[in-house]
């Protein structure tokens, strides 16, 4: 199994920046790609980025491309996303994920970000 601790969340204002962490354990070996969605208030849970653990390689949903950038730490078995230019819209809880044999199997508690007009 796996475990998924989410950081960084927090109040800012729109325009401003925020970093989100977050940190496996356990069995990661098997790991395939790690991801963040997040869920605004009352709406449906939805897929933001991605980043392949072997190589690298990301995927962006378009509501974020040029402000958002995933990146990993394989040392230490981190995920981030990097928050730029935020908007209100962007408010959510955002979760991190883990792919293990093409199944999102893993899942976060996940951390509030709320961005202010």
């Known amino acids: 199994q796996v475990q998924l601790v989410e950081s960084g969340g927090g109040l800012v204002q729109a325009g401003g920046s925020k970093r989100l962490s977050c940190a496996a354990s356990?069995?990661?070996?098997?790991?395939?790609?790690m991801a963040w969605f997040r869920q605004p208030p009352e709406k449906e849970r939805e897929f933001v980025s991605e980043?392949?653990?072997?190589?690298?390689?990301?995927y962006y949903a378009d509501s974020v491309k040029g402000r958002f950038t995933i990146s990993r730490d394989n040392a230490k078995n981190t995920v981030y996303l990097q928050m730029n230019n935020l908007k209100p819209e962007d408010t959510a809880v955002y979760y991190c994920?883990?792919?293990?044999?093409?199944?999102?199997?893993?899942w976060g508690q996940g951390t509030q970000v709320t961005v202010s007009s």
């Open positions: 994920a883990v792919v293990i044999y093409s199944e999102y199997k893993y």
């Open positions: 356990g069995r990661t070996f098997n790991m395939n790609t």
């Open positions: 980043i392949r653990w072997s190589d690298g390689r990301t």
